[in-house]
């Protein structure tokens, strides 16, 4: 039996090792020792057992083996500060784990995702600040490459972990701000794909609660393209935003009756009436 921390218990059984808690409970899924280990250490996060002939590491995240290696004649081991000692009769090893932000950024350049991002918040969710600003950049960085697959909910969860400003997220975006094209595209999606992208920043830009011109054109963008019927109820709201943008953005996406309606609602009477009476002829 061996103490893991945060309640959770390690018990030794016959070719399996349990995780319990200090109610008795099963907590994890069982670790399934390839060899059946005389010592078992603990190193966050993992299970280090050790055979009469290997030393196996097991991580309680997935419990699913890491590493084996060979190893013969332990007589004995023991774990003190996230280092692990083995002793034979003659002579005494440490094994030192690797750090745990370059095995985030190893597992991030390979692209396994999923587990560098539970190995981030094992191991450095609740550490000192220079620790946790590590985990924002980490975070960071996977929210980008989440984004770039189109796994959407997991990337929006990241940004909202980092509290990314929105215009840092638009830069992810082709053409995005309100000086460049009209257009509000991501190069190579289609339109459903495109859609998705659309309606996850919408809804990041509302929460945000964030109102500059810059931000009310994108928003109005993101609107028109996702939900054409709430663009009336955005203009009543008179916003400000880059009228040249506007223009060219409703123009270029066939939205001409409403071109007419954002022309009155900026008082340029005139340019709406042209517009409307060029729709009738």
């Not at 996060?45 to 004649?73: A, E, H, R, T, W």
């Not at 931000?215 to 009228?243: C, G």
């Amino acid at each position: 039996m061996k103490t893991l921390g945060a309640g959770e218990i390690y018990m030794n059984g016959d070719g399996l090792g349990m995780i319990i808690n200090e109610s008795g409970d099963v907590c994890r899924a069982p670790i399934a020792w390839i060899n059946q280990p005389k010592f078992v250490c603990y190193s966050k996060p993992y299970i280090i057992g050790i055979s009469q002939s290997s030393i196996q590491v097991y991580s309680l995240i997935d419990q699913q083996l890491k590493q084996k290696s060979g190893f013969n004649d332990a007589s004995s081991a023991a774990d003190f500060s996230g280092n692990v000692y083995i002793l034979t009769e003659e002579q005494i090893f440490m094994l030192l784990p690797v750090p745990a932000e370059e095995q985030v950024e190893r597992l991030l350049d390979s692209g396994n995702l999923d587990q560098a991002m539970a190995l981030a918040e094992e191991t450095l969710g609740s550490l000192t600040r220079s620790k946790s600003s590590r985990l924002k950049a980490l975070r960071q960085r996977a929210a980008n490459m989440y984004w770039s697959r189109g796994e959407l909910e997991e990337a929006f969860s990241l940004f909202t972990k980092t509290q990314t400003p929105p215009a840092d997220i638009y830069t992810l975006y082709d053409t995005l701000f309100p000086d460049c094209s009209a257009q509000i595209s991501v190069a190579g999606l289609s339109e459903e794909k495109m859609t998705g992208y659309h309606v996850h920043l919408l809804q990041y830009l509302t929460k945000s609660g964030i109102r500059t011109e810059e931000l009310n054109t994108i928003e109005f963008k993101l609107v028109a393209l996702t939900d054409p019927d709430k663009i009336l109820d955005l203009l009543k709201e008179k916003r400000p935003m880059d009228m040249k943008s506007v223009v060219s953005f409703l123009k270029s996406q066939g939205f001409l009756y409403m071109l007419g309606v954002y022309y009155a609602s900026c008082g340029f009477v005139c340019e709406a009436v042209e517009q409307w009476r060029e729709l009738e002829e």
